[in-house]
């Protein structure tokens, strides 16, 4: 597991499905999607990362959040490993903790079907 953050990672971004998320507020935690459990951790992005997993993982799919959390928030369970292309990103071995959310905003698709990330992040 690597943990060193990327400098500019201050923030990690989860797309995640709209009742999926009420569910998370209502337990208290977010335990992860289908992926996230079978891969043993919560899969994050930084913000410049968000395009790609927004065109790569969700594209079609509505009712989407975006919630976004600070990296230092998640704690000593968030590690930063290499995926896509051996990029880091951030990967929470632990259940998400939906109090410490920092916005929740929720994304539309485009014409393509993928979900729209708000400018500044991507």
Do not use: C
């Not at 060193?4 to 201050?10: L, Q």
């Not at 977010?30 to 930084?46: E, M, N, P, Q, V």
Request: aromatic content about 10%.
């Amino acid at each position: 597991m690597t943990s060193n953050r990327p400098i500019a990672a201050t923030f990690a971004y989860k797309i995640i499905d709209a009742s999926e998320w009420r569910a998370a507020i209502a337990a208290g935690n977010y335990k992860g999607s289908a992926d996230d459990l079978r891969d043993g951790f919560i899969h994050l992005s930084t913000g410049p990362q968000l395009a790609g997993t927004a065109a790569k993982f969700f594209r079609g799919q509505r009712d989407l959040l975006l919630v976004e959390f600070r990296s230092e928030d998640l704690g000593t369970e968030l590690a930063w490993e290499p995926s896509r292309g051996g990029e880091l990103f951030p990967h929470l071995y632990a259940e998400l903790p939906a109090n410490k959310a920092l916005s929740v905003r929720p994304l539309i698709l485009d014409e393509n079907g993928v979900p729209i990330i708000p400018e500044g992040l991507a």
